[in-house]
């Protein structure tokens, strides 16, 4: 992909309207993200809204008459997700259909796309101030489901505890999906509230990548999205990004669970944002010492000293967080610390060689070219892009990853300040390599 290609116009309060031409795709992609704040109070009427406009509309109120407007769409795709983006929640409706090109009696499939679109946002199955109890009650199991899922995923739970212990009450340390204790709360007319509380006060970015003239839907969506379409309505603002010291003294806690399998996390906290200057060496630092196969946490504490079962290293761009996860035997927990410890250490005197600073770079250039390979990976890199502030394509990350210097690299690592160490203790009798597989 060439210059920047994400042109964006204002089409509403608050509500902006982008295209990314995309012809090797040979299909449109229209989604409308509606961004809110993250907060304990609403993470999770959020997340139960944004299943509720993803399945059904009051045009299509079934899941058989839904599927059959798709099918009339040529095998269209349509549905909703949510995602954290910092201190904020993405709830992003999507459909995704063939090129109007394509069409065998010459339909308007991006215009159609656009008006199953806004069905799907603005006629929901709301009557009399409540979601259609049938549908509510099918997608609050699918929630409280998700939600369980994270808990029962050892890994995915340790991940998330330390998270919320580095984090506090930052509202990045939300998990996604909320809390069982207040799905139980949400009721019909609550949650048809909660919609239209994110009406009110969401940003709302449009975004068409691929073929077809985005510029003849676009008056479709200004219409829909005209001053006075929802009352009361006052956006939120973009909060600054901005990355929060380590505490004064580590965070050391431990849980008791019955599994054979203890996860060690370990957090670090640095100055970093998605705008900052250091974020291309820092993503060096963190794929050197565990974002790759070749990494010195997987070469090292897992292969060569076998302490662990997983070791990895993973960077939250949005809130300047390093975590590094490992799956070990409960009685090598704490050699394995040490050896971590010991190559975090090794990356702050610069013990890494050219050829480590190679593998890096190619594994973290092969994964912003991948962001090209469908629409729906393209729509979700520029939608964060806006969220941040940021104007540059995939290749421009690529090429400013290849002129980070071995100094810089050295630079970010000795920023790293440890926070937080987990340790999720596995007190069951058993052998711990057989939870790898599940948990990986």
Do not use: W
Not at 372 to 394: D, L, N, W
Request: proline share 5%; aromatic share 8%; charged share 25%.
């Amino acid at each position: 992909m060439g210059p920047y290609p994400h042109k964006y116009s204002s089409i509403g309060n608050g509500v902006a309207f982008g295209t990314i031409p995309m012809e090797r795709f040979q299909s449109s992609l229209l989604a409308v993200s509606l961004i809110v704040p993250l907060s304990r109070e609403t993470v999770t009427e959020n997340a139960l809204v944004s299943l509720m406009l993803g399945k059904s509309t009051k045009d299509y109120p079934t899941y058989r008459l839904f599927s059959r407007k798709l099918n009339l769409l040529y095998g269209a795709i349509a549905g909703s997700s949510i995602q954290k983006l910092g201190d904020e929640q993405s709830i992003t409706l999507a459909v995704s259909t063939i090129d109007s090109g394509m069409a065998l009696q010459g339909e308007d499939l991006l215009m159609e796309s656009g008006k199953l679109l806004l069905s799907m946002l603005f006629h929901p199955l709301i009557e009399d101030g409540a979601f259609a109890e049938d549908t509510f009650r099918i997608q609050k199991k699918f929630l409280a489901d998700s939600i369980r899922a994270e808990i029962n995923e050892k890994r995915r739970y340790a991940i998330n505890r330390t998270l919320r212990l580095m984090m506090g009450d930052e509202p990045a340390g939300l998990p996604m999906y909320g809390f069982l204790e207040d799905l139980d709360k949400i009721t019909p007319q609550s949650a048809a509230a909660a919609y239209d509380r994110i009406l009110r006060t969401a940003r709302v970015e449009i975004i068409h990548v691929g073929t077809g003239d985005a510029e003849s839907v676009k008056p479709l969506f200004t219409e829909a999205f005209a001053d006075g379409f929802i009352d009361g309505r006052t956006p939120c603002t973009r909060p600054e990004p901005r990355s929060i010291s380590a505490g004064a003294q580590v965070k050391e806690v431990q849980d008791d669970f019955q599994v054979v399998q203890s996860k060690l996390c370990i957090g670090y906290r640095a100055d970093i944002t998605p705008d900052s200057s250091m974020l291309n060496p820092f993503r060096m630092m963190v794929a050197i010492l565990g974002g790759t196969p070749t990494s010195k946490l997987f070469m090292n504490v897992r292969e060569k000293k076998s302490l662990c079962y997983y070791c990895g290293a993973n960077l939250d761009r949005t809130k300047g967080v390093m975590l590094i996860d490992s799956g070990v035997r409960p009685d090598n927990v704490e050699a394995a610390k040490e050896a971590i410890f010991a190559e975090v250490e090794a990356m702050k005197r610069g013990q890494f060689t050219d050829e480590d600073m190679r593998f890096a770079l190619l594994s973290l250039q092969n994964t912003f070219r991948s962001v090209e390979e469908s629409p729906f990976s393209v729509e979700s890199y520029y939608r964060a892009q806006k969220i941040f502030g940021i104007q540059e394509t995939p290749e421009e990350q690529c090429e400013k990853l290849a002129r980070v210097t071995r100094e810089e690299i050295v630079a970010a690592a000795n920023m790293l300040q440890l926070d937080t160490v987990y340790l999720l203790n596995g007190t069951a009798e058993g052998d711990p390599g057989e939870e790898e597989t599940a948990d990986e």
